[in-house]
């Protein structure tokens, strides 16, 4: 199932509460979504022989990948709240 195709409007008239529920799942899956992909990007990119314990040179990878993953997010999330903050809130 595709989350980009999960349709969360209701009829006019439809309960505020439930479309909030429904948007605020869609956001959870989303992103739970992406931390999925990030796990893999990571893991290929950093994980050259899965063993019992990880080597210095595969831990500094992985730290530094999430540390990147969350920069990124930040500015990402930090970006939205400005564009909303521009548009009043109106998005």
């Excluded at 869609?26 to 979504?33: C, I, S, V």
């Excluded at 950093?46 to 500015?75: A, Q, Y």
């Amino acid at each position: 199932m595709s989350f980009d195709s999960f349709d969360t409007t209701l009829p006019k008239g439809g309960d505020k509460d439930l479309q909030d529920f429904l948007m605020i799942e869609k956001q959870k899956a989303q992103f739970n979504a992406q931390i999925h992909e990030f796990n893999e990007f990571c893991w290929e990119k950093c994980v050259d022989k899965p063993g019992n314990k990880l080597d210095g040179k595969t831990e500094t990878c992985l730290t530094n990948c999430v540390d990147r993953f969350i920069d990124v997010s930040l500015l990402i999330t930090n970006r939205f709240a400005q564009l909303l903050q521009k548009s009043g809130g109106a998005m």
